[in-house]
Structures are given as structure tokens and as C-alpha cells.
């Protein structure tokens, strides 16, 4: 596909390519500015490509596609909803159950992100991450087969953080969605992906691939200390210093 925002001349995607599998974890590097963003809004159909396409098992996206799950940088909660209204929000847009059900499934999720107990409290009431796992159990009480995640933990302490990428690998391996997940911590998209993609400035696009054999399930001691860890990590680290000396040049 082959993208730019009309009101610029400069292109940000040329020729760009990226499949996915079902199930798929892929997390995606890449410095500020080359297009992450903009590529969950094209996979997302907020944006649509000049040339080429985006489907999703092989139908065109759209912004309401029910296979779609979004997780965005900020958490963007309804602060006059209650936590569990607003992950029961998309459930009522999209009419899936009785209100009694919606509840239960909301619930649900809220559990699942350790969220149970502040159910009813007033967004506002909540720290930052937990308003983030507020805006994870929302897009997973939808069910999604893809979620997007736009550097949903970038914001928040490396404790919290980490344990949030327990909690997102726990649940993805339990509802096995397809995820692309943007971050800027070499990191965490070697902890969390089967395959990370670094991304150059635009129009470069994918500038380096690299699939990440670490066992599943992954965790935070035995993952880390793994000597193929710091090999990932010096391949990925390489890949964006390149990214970075090139940027420097061109400055
Ligand atoms: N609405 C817009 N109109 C014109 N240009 C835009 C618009 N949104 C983003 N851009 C430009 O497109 C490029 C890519 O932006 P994008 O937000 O996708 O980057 P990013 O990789 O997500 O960066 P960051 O890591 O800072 O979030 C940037 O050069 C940006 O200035
Ligand atoms: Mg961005």
C-alpha cells in the first residue's frame, strides 16, 4: 500500500507490505515520527491507503469492523461512565447480549485485568495504569481478532508495566487474537512478540525483521536472563542506532 496525509506532499508509506497470521503476536519498533501511529490507522480503516489495500481475513477494514480491537496511548475513558460502563460501552453500541449479560461479560474482563474491585468507581479514581487496563478490557470484551495497541504501557512505571505485559500475554494466550503492538522499549517487543519489525522515516518502511524464538509461556526472570534475550536486544539495538546515525546525517 502507498499512504500520505493530503495535506502534505511527503509520503509515508510506499510499497509498504505487512501480513500477519492468525494469532500472531508482532510487535513494531521505529523512532518518532516514521509512522507507527499512522500505520494502526490505516490497519484500522481511520485512514485509507492512495494505493493498495487492508483487509482483515480477506475483507476490506473498516473504522467499525467488529474484528477490531484498539488500544490507544492514551486511555480515552468516558469520565462520567463508571470503570464497568466503560468497558461495557462498545457491548451496548454493538448490541451483543442483555444489559444483565453485558455486565457479566464486562466483569469478566475487569477480572481478568485485576480490576474487579473498582468496577463502579468514577474513572478519575483510577491511577494511570489502571486506567490502561480499563482501556485493555474494553477493547477485549469486544472479542476482537485484532487488537491494535499504539504504545499502551509507554506512559507508566517499568513495575507497572511489566506487569501488564504478563497480564496482556496471559489473556492473549488464552483468547489468541492477532496483535501488533507499537512500542519504543527494544525490551518489551522482545518479551512480548513472536516477530518484531523496525521501522524506518518515511517512505523507508520495514528496514529490519526479526522473529523472536524465545519459549512460551515467557516470563519476566527466566525470559530476561535467557542469553538469546541479549542477542535480540543487540540485533534490534543495532538495527535502530543505524536508524538513528541515519537520522543524524540528515539533520
Ligand atoms: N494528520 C496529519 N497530517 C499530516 N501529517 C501527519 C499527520 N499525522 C501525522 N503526520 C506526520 O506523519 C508522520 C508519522 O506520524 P506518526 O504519528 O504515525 O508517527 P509515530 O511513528 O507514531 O511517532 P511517535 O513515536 O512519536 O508516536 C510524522 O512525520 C507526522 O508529522
Ligand atoms: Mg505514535
Not at 92 to 106: H, K, L, S, V, W
Not at 130 to 138: E, H, I, N
Not at 225 to 246: C, M, V, W, Y
Amino acid at each position: 500500500m502507498g499512504f500520505a496525509y493530503p495535506e502534505s506532499r511527503r509520503s509515508i508509506f510506499e510499497r509498504f507490505s505487512l501480513e500477519a497470521r492468525p494469532g500472531e503476536f508482532v510487535a513494531v519498533l521505529g523512532p518518532s515520527g516514521c509512522g507507527k501511529s499512522t500505520l494502526l490507522n490505516l490497519l484500522s480503516g481511520f485512514l485509507r491507503p492512495q494505493s493498495g489495500h487492508v483487509t482483515i481475513d480477506g475483507a476490506p477494514v473498516a473504522p467499525e469492523h467488529p474484528a477490531l480491537g484498539y488500544v490507544f496511548q492514551s486511555p480515552n475513558l468516558f469520565p462520567w461512565l463508571s470503570v464497568l460502563e466503560n468497558v461495557r460501552f462498545g457491548l451496548r453500541m454493538n448490541r451483543r447480549g442483555t444489559p444483565q449479560e453485558q455486565r457479566a461479560i464486562a466483569l469478566n474482563f475487569l477480572r481478568l485485568v485485576g480490576l474487579e474491585e473498582q468496577a463502579e468507581d468514577p474513572p478519575h479514581r483510577l491511577s494511570g495504569g489502571q486506567r490502561q487496563r480499563v482501556a485493555l478490557a474494553r477493547s477485549l470484551a469486544l472479542e476482537p481478532r485484532l487488537l491494535l495497541m499504539d504504545e499502551p504501557f509507554a506512559a507508566l512505571d517499568s513495575m507497572t508495566r511489566s506487569a501488564l505485559n504478563d497480564e496482556l500475554l496471559r489473556i492473549w494466550s488464552s483468547l489468541g487474537q492477532t496483535v501488533l503492538f507499537i512500542t519504543h522499549d527494544i525490551d518489551e517487543a522482545i518479551y512480548l512478540a513472536d516477530r518484531v519489525l523496525v521501522l524506518g522515516l518515511p517512505p523507508t518502511g520495514i528496514t529490519a525483521e526479526v522473529t523472536i524464538d524465545l519459549p512460551r509461556p515467557r516470563d519476566q526472570r527466566g525470559t530476561r536472563a535467557d542469553p538469546l534475550f541479549a542477542q535480540l536486544r543487540e540485533r534490534l539495538s543495532e538495527q535502530i542506532a543505524k536508524l538513528t546515525a541515519g537520522n543524524q546525517r540528515v539533520i
